[in-house]
């Protein structure tokens, strides 16, 4: 089945640091890569939509200067952290979906993000 | 808006039982797409059913199964023969169908106990 690898799986860094987050599609084209957060149990946030070569789209309330998002290729999306705070640490996970609307989106194994 | 509304925060079930998940949502859409997922400790997201709403005939996969009621907009999930395994949070998801129909709605999640 399609797989979507999420790298890295975990990260604790230093207030202020910038972390980068890697969503990749390992077998199929991502048309359309999602980004959601979640908190301990709660349910998942969306946080913005991106479809390659575009800007992406951010869910109202969701900073778009502080969660950069790049899709520059069909098999990769990041999202960028800058100036991380410990506000920010929170559980980051990606999915993909290709140019097939009707098939179901394939999950990262998502990031645990912590900020000191 | 679509919404999708789980009312269960935690439920238990014994090994070898049943037990049903409940979901409700809420939309204006005659074409869309429900589905159930699954999230364990390991807190990676996975697909347990799908359901088209076009489709009358209930979804099964093994030991799972829906009951969709389209005209109450009622979504619930039974697991049969319950398992050690099954204990997680379980996710009902809403999404649209066709073009615009991308991005996922979660409900805000079931914690599923399985006693031995």
């Known amino acids: 089945g399609a797989v979507v690898s999420q790298h890295p799986s975990r990260v604790i860094c230093k207030s202020g640091t910038s972390v980068k987050i890697e969503c990749r599609s390992l077998?199929?084209?991502?048309?359309?890569m999602f980004w959601y957060r979640q908190f301990p149990k709660q349910s998942l946030m969306l946080m913005a939509t991106?479809?390659?070569?575009?800007?992406?789209?951010?869910e109202q309330g969701v900073e778009k200067d502080k969660f950069l998002i790049n899709h520059a290729s069909l098999t990769l999306s990041t999202l960028t952290v800058t100036s991380a705070h410990p506000e920010d640490s929170s559980f980051y996970i990606c999915?993909?979906?290709?140019?097939?609307?009707?098939?179901?989106?394939?999950f990262g194994d998502g990031t645990r993000l912590s900020i000191l | 808006a679509q919404t999708v509304t789980q009312s269960q925060p935690e439920m238990s079930v014994q090994e070898a039982e049943t037990v049903t998940l409940s979901c409700t949502y809420d939309?204006?859409?005659?074409?869309?797409?429900l589905f159930w997922y699954k999230q364990p400790p390991s807190r990676q997201m996975i697909l347990v059913i799908r359901?088209?709403?076009?489709?009358?005939q209930n979804a099964t996969e093994n030991r799972f199964s829906v009951n969709f009621q389209k005209a109450a907009k009622s979504f619930s999930l039974k697991i049969s023969d319950s398992q050690l395994g099954d204990a997680a949070m379980y996710f009902c998801?809403?999404?649209?169908?066709?073009?615009?129909?991308?991005?996922?709605?979660f409900g805000e999640g079931t914690q599923l106990t399985v006693n031995p």
């Open positions: 999915s993909a979906r290709g140019d097939n609307f009707n098939q179901p989106q394939h």
């Open positions: 991106s479809n390659e070569g575009s800007k992406a789209t951010y």
């Open positions: 939309t204006s859409e005659s074409d869309y797409y």
């Open positions: 998801a809403y999404r649209s169908a066709g073009t615009s129909g991308s991005r996922l709605t």
């Open positions: 077998d199929f084209q991502a048309t359309t």
């Open positions: 359901q088209e709403a076009y489709k009358q």
